[in-house]
């Protein structure tokens, strides 16, 4: 029966970041995890589209609302193109931005 050892590397520690193996022993070097980057364009697209819903619901000028909209989508885009977190909000931001273009639509037919 042979006692094999994991070869020399960087492996995981309790406290979350990276512990070097030399083969034999732990050194007590320290490799601290990355950390994503946060990516806030996503939630700016996702804010701007929620501002284009309300303004849709109050009954701003529709050209102001398409706008509005069309500015959320690009930002949600831009966002989508960026490393990092923040793909949720830019989703979130493109569906509220189709919502409150559509929501033009629909309130300027009921009035």
Do not use: H, K
């Amino acid at each position: 029966m042979t006692n094999e050892t994991p070869p020399p590397g960087w492996y995981p520690d309790a406290s979350g970041a990276r512990r070097w193996w030399d083969g034999a022993e732990w050194a007590e070097d320290l490799e601290e995890a990355p950390v994503r980057q946060r990516n806030p364009l996503g939630v700016v697209a996702l804010a701007v589209a929620l501002f284009a819903l309300i303004a849709a619901s109050l009954s701003f000028p529709q050209v102001f609302t398409w706008v509005v909209s069309f500015i959320s989508v690009g930002l949600a885009v831009g966002a989508l193109c960026l490393p990092g977190r923040g793909r949720g909000s830019a989703i979130w931001g493109i569906i509220v931005a189709v919502c409150a273009f559509l929501a033009t639509f629909v309130l300027s037919t009921v009035t």
